[in-house]
């Protein structure tokens, strides 16, 4: 079992920034951490990932550039930058851990609000 701990969201207004971050515990040998999003009355959507071995990254086409995402050397933490934040990026984001490759366990998530 793999616990996921989120923290780091918050109101903030248009064009500003915050920074999630996302602590493992537990059996923390996943081979990928990512991030997702779920937004009022919509389904749960990929936002970004970090696949530990190599570290490559993923991200949705409606955070390209503006959110990053990067993990500690220990590979139990994962962080997202979020920068020119819009009101469309309000949700709950959840930190989310795979195990044989598909994400199984879940943080509780963080709101992010975004004022306009």
């Known amino acids: 079992q793999v616990q996921l701990v989120e923290s780091g969201g918050g109101l903030v207004q248009t064009g500003g920034s915050l920074r999630l971050s996302c602590a493992a515990s537990?059996?923390?040998?996943?081979?990928?951490m990512g991030w997702f999003r779920q937004a009022p009355g919509k389904g749960r959507e990929f936002v970004a990932e970090l696949i530990w071995s190599g570290g490559r990254t993923l991200y949705a086409d409606s955070v390209k550039g503006r959110f990053t995402i990067s993990g500690d050397n220990a590979k139990t933490t994962v962080y997202l930058q979020m920068n020119s934040l819009e009101p469309e990026d309000t949700a709950v984001y959840y930190c989310?851990?795979?195990?044989?490759?598909?994400?199984?366990?879940w943080g509780q998530g963080t709101q992010v609000t975004v004022s306009s």
């Open positions: 537990g059996r923390t040998s996943s081979s990928k």
């Open positions: 989310g851990a795979s195990s044989r490759g598909i994400y199984r366990y």
